[in-house]
């Protein structure tokens, strides 16, 4: 069980355009995800949680306006970086937890494969 | 701030020899730990944690860390490394806001 899934798992695109990343919680319902960056041979850096129904919350220096982030549905969270740039290019991870911020105590973040984004 | 930290960016050992990847956190409270495997273009997978309780903890593939308060340590081990065991290996806390906190990495190298 709690299986999540990020499609797609590569994308290439042309600098200026947007991308999006879905990431979905296959057999479990999540009331938070999160979306992580990581840069080659380096940790993962969490960019934003995303909450359903509500706005996601951003670490500090990561651009709300060019990683829109979607949390539509209890199974569901997009990722969008808008008017992509090569500086953009990176691995993205999102991960998801099965429980509220009430049951911390217990909860574990399950992890999408990652998308592979490239930036020409 | 919380954090953990991991001692060593590049492991290496033989295959049959024991692994001993260590993390040691920061934190006035003990923090929940985590130590989640990333094999190559891959996302994260959960080998063990640490909430309460038993302070020796096992996990998939052998794996096991004991939690040591007095050292603020949570090393990760396994008595014979085998070839599968090759990979980036992360230390990770979460503190009461549900955020995780990693290390830096480890990548352990199993030499045949």
């Known amino acids: 069980g709690a299986v999540v899934s990020q499609h797609p798992s590569r994308v290439i695109c042309k600098s200026g355009t947007s991308v999006k990343i879905e990431c979905r919680s296959l057999?479990?319902?999540?009331?938070?995800m999160f979306w992580y960056r990581q840069f080659p041979k380096q940790s993962l850096m969490l960019m934003a949680t995303?909450?359903?129904?509500?706005?996601?919350?951003?670490e500090q220096g990561v651009e709300k306006d060019k990683f829109l982030i979607n949390h539509a549905s209890l199974t569901l969270s997009t990722l969008t970086v808008t008017s992509a740039h090569p500086e953009d290019s990176s691995f993205y991870i999102c991960?998801?937890?099965?429980?509220?911020?009430?049951?911390?105590?217990?909860?574990?973040?399950?992890f999408g494969p990652g998308t592979r984004l490239t930036v020409l | 701030a919380q954090s953990v930290t991991q001692l060593g960016s590049h492991v290496s050992v033989s295959e049959g020899a024991l692994v001993l990847l260590r993390c040691n956190y920061s934190?006035?409270?003990?923090?929940?730990l985590f130590w989640y495997v990333q094999y190559p273009n891959q996302g994260l997978q959960l080998l063990l944690k640490?909430?309460?309780?038993?302070?020796l903890v096992k996990g998939i593939n052998g794996f096991e860390a004991e939690f040591k308060k007095s050292e603020t340590s949570f090393h990760l081990t396994k008595p014979s490394a085998h070839m599968s065991d090759a990979a980036e290996y992360f230390c990770?806390?979460?503190?009461?806001?549900?955020?995780?906190?990693f290390g830096t990495g480890t990548s352990l190298t199993v030499i045949p």
């Open positions: 991960s998801a937890s099965l429980g509220s911020g009430g049951t911390y105590l217990t909860d574990t973040q399950y």
């Open positions: 057999d479990f319902q999540a009331t938070t």
């Open positions: 995303s909450n359903e129904g509500s706005k996601a919350t951003y």
């Open positions: 934190s006035s409270v003990p923090p929940y």
């Open positions: 640490y909430t309460t309780g038993a302070t």
């Open positions: 990770a806390g979460k503190n009461t806001g549900n955020q995780f906190y």
